[in-house]
């Protein structure tokens, strides 16, 4: 946990909170985002192996409090701002196609999938576009919508900022199911979502716990148990889920921060392992290894059946790193002050940097192809860089 005084949060959380939404925002924002404790670490000097490249760039909009991924499908990406604006553009000329505005602030997005492009807004709706940007249906649901929308076997499924699960008719945007949960009183907000594949959504919640819910009912099928919340005040026992889970194969991967990173069968939810490792954005996998990004920033490489650690990369402290994003030979993370850095795949050596804006990189980037990415910064500069 950064070194933030546990009295000056709870007064804070006492005082200046009008809302228990309130009170996790401010928390969750002096723990992690926008206000720094700690100064990042001074960048070293390396010599590079490879010289990445701006392909192009787009001006979106600023993303403000929330996180926005962006989304590509078929030679197009698709991306979206605070504002309400949702862009298509060329995924090799970076032309944009076109841009349209939903009428109202958007917080989570962008999903693709069934021929669909799916926002949700800071009010409580999920909105479908088709590929050529005409709005399709919008539904409402519980709360904002902080997270990117998902779409399995004809079902969106979407989450929301009070925890709850929706299931809706991704022709008409109909509800097909709901799943809630209690949670603790105090808990962060984040922008975890929920992961997809083979009719089952895996999400994480709130002390330490990973569920897999069937995507065709909302039926659940397994829960388990990933960090266990431990210490004696309220914020030293949170061991919430803040990141995206990663299914790779028979498992699914997830992490908590001030709590485990562990793999779980997704036939049984039997935690295969689990070791101390802390995260706020998250992980993910490739080829047998699983990378995580610390809370404290250094970088993980772990073997996938054990969590056997292949190295750790350490010189990026409290640079408030994204979830890293493996590709082939190199591993991608983007930091608070608008570095991508390229580690090597076999020792975590830095390989090249490029600096996209003085802006934070978003929690997720995302693979263009076989040798590009896809960095979205919360100024609302989007980038496509290439790796040759």
């Not at 090597?344 to 830095?350: I, L, P, S, T």
Request: net charge neutral; hydrophobic share 40%.
């Amino acid at each position: 946990m950064r070194q933030i005084s546990l009295a000056v949060l709870i007064a804070l959380a006492i005082s200046g909170c009008s809302t228990i939404t309130d009170m996790k925002t401010d928390i969750s924002e002096r723990m992690f985002g926008r206000e720094l404790s700690d100064p990042p670490a001074e960048l070293v000097d390396f010599k590079a192996s490879m010289t990445p490249k701006v392909m192009w760039r787009a001006s979106l909009g600023a993303a403000d409090d929330y996180d926005f991924t962006p989304a590509s499908i078929n030679g197009q990406v698709f991306a979206a701002n605070a504002a309400g604006d949702i862009f298509k553009f060329d995924a090799i000329k970076g032309t944009q196609v076109w841009k349209v505005n939903a009428g109202q602030r958007l917080s989570g997005g962008v999903g693709v999938g069934a021929d669909l492009v799916l926002v949700g807004t800071a009010s409580g709706y999920v909105v479908a576009y088709d590929q050529a940007g005409k709005m399709l249906w919008k539904s409402k649901v519980s709360s904002e919508v902080l997270s990117a929308p998902q779409v399995n076997n004809g079902v969106v499924v979407v989450r929301c900022g009070d925890s709850r699960i929706f299931g809706l008719n991704a022709v008409d945007g109909a509800r097909k199911w709901v799943y809630e949960r209690a949670t603790p009183a105090l808990s962060l907000r984040s922008s975890a979502g929920v992961a997809v594949d083979g009719g089952a959504a895996y999400a994480g919640f709130a002390g330490g716990k990973l569920i897999a819910l069937r995507v065709e009912d909302g039926k659940v099928i397994w829960e388990a148990s990933v960090a266990q919340p431990k210490g004696t005040t309220e914020i030293e026992r949170i061991a919430d889920i803040t990141s995206l889970p990663v299914v790779d194969g028979p498992l699914v991967y997830a992490v908590a921060y001030q709590g485990k990173i562990a793999a779980v069968d997704r036939a049984t939810g039997r935690v295969s392992w689990g070791r101390d490792i802390s995260s706020y954005t998250g992980l993910n996998s490739e080829d047998a290894r699983v990378y995580v990004s610390h809370a404290t920033g250094s970088v993980y490489a772990l073997e996938y059946s054990s969590g056997k650690t292949f190295w750790r990369q350490g010189d990026l402290k409290n640079r408030q790193l994204s979830a890293p994003l493996p590709m082939g030979g190199v591993v991608a993370v983007g930091d608070i002050q608008g570095y991508v850095h390229f580690l090597g795949r076999e020792d975590g050596a830095f390989e090249g940097r490029i600096r996209t804006e003085d802006s934070p990189v978003m929690p997720q980037m995302l693979a263009l192809g076989t040798n590009g990415i896809l960095v979205q910064t919360r100024k609302g500069g989007l980038y496509a860089i290439s790796l040759k």
